[in-house]
């Protein structure tokens, strides 16, 4: 432990992203189950459906996609806005915990619809949306014409917006499921899971999942990542059981004490992420994996594209085209590769395209193709 009177150690850029890929998955892949691997990531970025498979590929040994997808259609995992006001692929038990847990943010997200929302009772509207919903999951455009017929003087979508504000909404099935499509279509987490209401994961063992996924961090790291204010308190009560480290500005992180922190001259492999990847968007400062020179140049308005890291940092940019009947991996790089890291990459992406593509024969290549920035 670190005592009051000692000086915090200092953790350079290389040291916290070896520290942060490591209790990513991403600096070797592990041999988890996706569900115990979802768990141990406190969820994942779900505001598409296919991040959180290509999530799981860049981390998971010898992943299977259809192993999230068979979770999801037994519902020990499901999609629902927690954390940013973000859809997140969720266990069970985190969706109906962590939900809570972050319901102060959904409703201060609430009061920025209130004027267009002149003349709802909120309450019934929260009434009505749990009874649509639990009667029988309903498409959001059908949820959104219910409560239009009822509130015919507010914005359509801020009545929507509103009852996900409100309740726990899931994005049922096969909605999210691999290889399938479907609607936007929402029920209850209680509803879903069979459950009634459980309490709101405690902020003290939330802080202390957080920072074994993404430590080590500062108190702003932690409220960047759930969206939640006023977490100083959390981490005063925790100093004791915790590490304390600062970063090349002087800013305080905390750590786990037996949370791994490897060298910083540990080799990182080339790994292939989803757009939104959680390892991106989850510290208040992101120089530990995103050089800021390259910052804006993963983002078009605010749709951000997939990808990838080399030497544990953000190189590039990636996707998939597919023509006669051939999938190619597509890679552009911000800056020069070496052959020794192009070859890596040709490797990595090999791996990760013919894993994710259902069938036919998969390429890569480095081609330059434009991107905002």
């Known amino acids: 432990m670190t005592t009051p009177t000692a000086t915090p150690r200092v953790l350079d850029a290389r040291a916290l992203n070896r520290a942060t890929l490591d209790r990513q998955l991403l600096l070797r892949r592990a041999d ?16 598409n459906t296919k991040p959180p498979y290509f999530a799981l590929a860049a981390r998971l040994t010898d992943f299977d996609p259809m192993e999230l997808s068979g979770l999801m259609a037994s519902r020990d995992v499901a999609r629902l806005v927690t954390l940013r006001s973000t859809i997140h692929t969720h266990t069970a038990e985190d969706c ?33 949306s749990r009874e649509l919903v639990e009667e029988r999951p309903r498409p959001l455009k059908e949820l959104r014409a219910e409560l239009l017929a009822l509130w ?18 899931v994005q049922v099935t096969p909605r999210g499921l691999w290889g399938e499509s479907g609607q936007v279509t929402l029920t209850t987490a209680e509803r879903w899971f069979g459950t009634d209401a459980v309490p709101a994961a405690s902020p003290d063992e939330t802080v202390l999942r957080y920072l074994g996924a993404f430590g080590p961090a500062s108190v702003k790291d932690m409220q960047t990542w759930c969206g ?51 390892v991106l968007l989850s510290h208040a400062d992101r120089t530990r994996i995103v050089p800021p020179q390259y910052r804006d140049r993963i983002w078009t308005g605010n749709q951000s594209h997939p990808t990838f890291l080399v ?20 890679i552009e790089a911000f800056g020069e590769l070496g052959r020794r890291e192009r070859d890596a990459l040709a490797e ?26």
Do not use: Y
């Open 32 to 47: 988890l189950s996706a569900l115990d691997a979802v768990r141990q990531l406190v969820g994942l970025q779900a505001q």
């Open 96 to 128: 109906l915990a962590l939900r809570a847990l972050v319901q102060p943010v959904r409703e201060r997200e609430l009061k920025i619809f209130r004027t267009r929302l002149v003349g709802v009772d909120l309450d019934r509207l929260a009434a009505v």
């Open 152 to 169: 015919p003087a507010a914005d359509p979508s801020a009545l929507t917006v509103a009852a996900r504000c409100l309740l726990p909404l």
């Open 228 to 278: 939640l204010t006023r977490m100083r308190e959390v981490f005063e009560r925790l100093r004791p059981e915790l590490l304390v480290f600062r970063d090349e500005n002087g800013v305080e992180l905390f750590d786990l004490p037996d949370a791994p922190r490897p060298d910083a001259a540990v080799p990182a492999p080339p790994r292939f992420l989803p757009e939104f990847d959680n």
């Open 311 to 330: 030497d544990g940092f953000l190189a590039g940019v990636w996707r998939t085209v597919e023509e006669g009947g051939v999938t190619t991996l597509e």
């Open 348 to 373: 990595e992406g090999e791996r990760t395209v013919s894993r994710m593509v259902t069938s036919g024969p998969t390429s890569v290549a480095f081609r330059a193709w434009r991107t905002a920035g």
